[in-house]
């Protein structure tokens, strides 16, 4: 799933593991596996949107922007339990090693630069109102 995409916490994946040995005890086929994806994944990823309320929430500044710092310690604290060293490892894949994107702790770093630049997420907002508009 996560190779498509969509990337469900550890407690996800232990659900959705438990859910298929209890209704496919003898292993899952390509097309049920499709279909637990289909029903399972969001339909419109994480918008810029999204990303600014989060930042938004967390951040001390009131302006959004976080240190790198600050983020480290708020991705390690809240949700999946992470070290140290796997969040400087998921920024790392994140940023790459060339020199064009490293990262200081003592940088700050807003929603959309985090949204664009770190995560390359596309922005599903007008996708969305689109919809809403044809509904």
């Known amino acids: 799933m996560r190779a498509l995409g969509f990337y469900p916490t550890e407690h996800d994946i232990r659900d959705l593991i438990s859910e ?52 480290f310690q708020v991705l390690q604290d809240e949700g999946e339990q992470m070290s140290s060293e796997e969040i400087q490892q998921c920024f790392q894949h994140l940023v790459g090693s060339d020199g064009g994107k490293a990262i200081s702790l003592n940088q700050k770093i807003g929603p959309t630069d985090f949204a664009e630049k770190i995560l390359g997420f596309e922005d599903y907002s007008q996708t969305t109102a689109e919809i809403e508009t044809i509904q």
Do not use: C, M, W
């Not at 049920?32 to 999204?50: C, E, M, W």
């Not at 967390?58 to 710092?69: F, N, P, T």
């Open 20 to 71: 298929l040995e209890q209704s496919h005890p003898g292993g899952v086929d390509l097309p049920t596996l499709i279909r637990v994806y289909v029903n399972h994944r969001p339909v419109f990823g994480i918008s810029k949107a999204d990303v600014r309320r989060a930042f938004e929430t967390i951040a001390k500044s009131g302006r959004g922007e976080l240190s790198v710092e600050d983020l």
